[in-house]
């Protein structure tokens, strides 16, 4: 599977695609891949805000519950809960129909401390040796 150019990720396998002032957030086909068999997730309600770095949501899945982390500081503006319904989703197309959040960013600046797909592909490359 091919990941978007245009996307920032975390260590924690989390990805930003960013547009103007507002930001989709999503988790990686890596981490969709280790999760395995999902059976909930928990996203924050439309309104709320996020914190870069701190937890959003949850996503569960037969073997663990799994924090799921803010790339970015923002306001929840849309919600993908189509998702919440069919986690299936997120093993066709995690980096499309698959995005959880869509937020309005607060500090755009804050993009500057993800890695690109180059640095997250290293982190892949050191977590599996």
Do not use: C
């Amino acid at each position: 599977m091919t990941r978007p150019n245009s996307l920032k990720y975390m260590k924690t396998h989390e990805w930003a695609r960013l547009d103007g002032d507002f930001a989709w957030i999503g988790i990686t086909d890596y981490a969709v891949q280790h999760l395995s068999d999902l059976v909930f997730l928990d996203l924050p309600e439309v309104g709320s805000d996020i914190m870069q770095n701190e937890p959003f949501g949850e996503i569960e899945s037969v073997k663990a519950v799994s924090d799921l982390y803010a790339p970015l500081t923002g306001e929840v503006v849309e919600r993908n809960d189509r998702l919440m319904e069919e986690l299936d989703i997120l093993k066709r197309d995690p980096f499309g129909e698959g995005w959880m959040l869509k937020i309005r960013m607060e500090k755009k600046s804050e993009a500057n401390q993800l890695m690109d797909e180059a640095g997250y592909k290293k982190t892949l490359d050191s977590d599996n040796h």
